[in-house]
């Protein structure tokens, strides 16, 4: 009884403390696009690398889903082969380095040639220099999303995700996509490329340096272990690596409840996936 008892008012502070986020960080109105290739279907492009395998193996699967891609997948020629309806964006990084917001706005400006709806939080709209790489290129439709951190009662979380006011800590652009994901008409949705398997890539120096090798599609035989940048820029210890990876396997739980309630399913085709939280399925 006790333990009930601290659960309900831990989530009750959590639920608390997160109308205060909404209030002081969200946006209250979001749109979100209304057309789509297929209505019932999206497969989330993760950065993966399986996916290299999965795109080349499965072709006949993937052809006739809608696709949302995330982060660098623009630098990739799997960008123009595939060409994502949908694209999401959510590291800060992004639009504050100066070498980063180059390359991948000024890399998506030059490559895409048909409708793309471009998910970007709301704020990065306090930079205004992603906003000009943009501004020439038509077939980039901007929707602002809210990246506020939710957390509580099921319930009262999965209001908010509906109303698109927040999100589940969104430590990962896997996160916010799924959570986009859910308030679009798709009844099923794919994620591909999800492998999360960084627990064995994460080495400590002998200078107590944290390395992580985060090995993506575009880039898994060129990479090599490096330091993790927090948003201030600072290297980030291990135990906030490890609690960061907590809080995201954390959510996709959040996120498959969620999905329930919505009578939708979130289906993981990555092979070796270390996420627990969804039906598995291969193809």
């Known amino acids: 009884m006790e333990e009930k008892v ?84 959510a590291d800060p990084l992004f639009w504050i380095v100066p070498e980063k917001r180059l390359q991948l706005f000024g890399t998506m400006a030059e490559k895409t040639t048909w409708p793309m709806s471009l998910f970007i939080p709301v704020r990065a709209y306090k930079n205004k220099d992603w906003q000009s790489l943009l501004a020439n290129n038509n077939n980039i439709k901007i929707y602002p999303y809210n990246t506020t951190p939710i957390e509580g009662f099921q319930k009262w979380c999965d209001l908010i995700f509906t109303k698109g006011l927040g999100v589940p800590r969104p430590h990962n652009v896997l996160i916010p996509s799924i959570t986009i994901g859910l308030r679009l008409p798709f009844d099923k949705i794919y994620l591909a490329g999800a492998d999360h398997s960084w627990l064995p890539e994460i080495t400590v120096t002998d200078e107590n340096e944290v390395l992580m090798h985060q090995k993506h599609f575009y880039d898994q035989n060129k990479s090599q272990a490096s330091k993790v940048q927090k948003e201030d820029l600072n290297s980030a210890h291990l135990y906030t690596i490890l609690y960061h990876m907590y809080v995201a396997f954390k959510a996709y739980f959040v996120l498959e409840a969620y999905s329930r309630k919505k009578g939708k399913e979130i289906i993981n085709i990555t092979p070796g996936s270390y996420i627990d939280a969804f039906k598995r399925m291969k193809i």
Do not use: H
């Open 6 to 89: 601290m659960r309900f008012m831990e989530q009750a502070w959590q639920s608390f403390l997160s109308m205060l986020k909404i209030m002081l960080q969200s946006k209250w109105v979001t749109n979100l696009p209304v057309s789509f290739k297929n209505t019932k279907e999206l497969l989330i492009l993760a950065n993966g690398p399986s996916l290299n395998t999965t795109v080349t193996e499965s072709a006949e699967f993937i052809r006739d889903k809608t696709l949302l891609a995330v982060n660098f997948c623009v630098t990739s020629p799997m960008f123009e082969q595939l060409r994502p309806e949908l694209y999401l964006i």
